[in-house]
């Protein structure tokens, strides 16, 4: 079975980094990261203004 890990991220996507970030020390802190993060978006971009955009991350890990 695979782990993984996941964040919800609040704001435009161009500022996800830091998000990411905690994430990837969230994993490493607990085991190591594999694969390349995934996104799940929960906001309709067309109608919500992005400093209210919400994204989960998910990240698989070991």
Do not use: C, N
């Not at 978006?41 to 991350?57: F, H, V």
């Amino acid at each position: 079975m695979k782990s993984r890990a996941q964040v919800l991220h609040v704001g435009p996507f161009d500022e996800e980094g830091p998000t990411i970030e905690r994430l990837h020390a969230f994993i490493t802190e607990r085991g190591e990261l594999t694969g390349k993060h995934h996104e799940i978006y929960l906001s309709d971009i067309r109608r919500a203004a992005p400093e209210r955009w919400k994204t989960i991350l998910r990240q698989p890990m070991r």
